[in-house]
């Protein structure tokens, strides 16, 4: 990882799918999956649920990212959404901020069947990876919700939006 003193797009051309995109914002997750030493995780916004008798997690992944290929591997994963107390995690695991001695040593993790479970988290995920396919320039990922647990919300939930961090408000 390279940590970069300005922005690593200042120079691009602006891309207005790019810029788009940064305007519609979402809830951060934290995606983990693995276990071990063999164990990844990766901060993700680009994702929806689709509920049914068998609910669904869509999310974008970077097909260059660590996470895809524990992921691949075990077919399992834990989702846990952040709050606004966790966005130095989330810096973490997008890869834009240090992690002395390793990404999971900068917060609690518990182990589970699905992954890495992020202690403090109040809301989250445990799925199974059904399918996967290229699309743009990251793969779609397709879960089965297995369970989805969640609890109370004491703190804004982290939100991202136009390349910053934003607090979303607590609802029920």
Do not use: K
């Amino acid at each position: 990882m390279t940590i970069h003193t300005s922005h690593p797009f200042a120079d691009a051309e602006p891309d207005d799918v790019r810029r788009f995109r940064g305007r519609l914002g979402g809830a951060v997750t934290l995606w983990t999956a693995g276990a071990g030493g063999s164990r990844a995780g990766l901060t993700v916004t680009s994702l929806m649920v689709a509920n049914g008798e068998e609910p669904r997690l869509l999310a974008l992944i970077d097909p260059d990212s660590d996470f895809l290929d524990v992921l691949r591997e075990s077919g399992r994963a834990v989702v846990a959404v952040l709050g606004w107390v966790d966005r130095d995690l989330a810096e973490v695991f997008a890869g834009t901020a240090p992690a002395p001695g390793g990404r999971f040593r900068q917060g609690e993790f518990e182990e589970t069947p699905y992954g890495p479970r992020l202690s403090g988290a109040t809301a989250y995920a445990e799925v199974v990876m059904t399918s996967e396919s290229e699309v743009g320039w990251s793969v779609l990922v397709t879960c089965r919700i297995e369970r989805a647990v969640v609890g109370d919300e004491d703190e804004p939930v982290l939100g991202h939006r136009r390349g910053r961090f934003f607090r979303l408000g607590s609802s029920a």
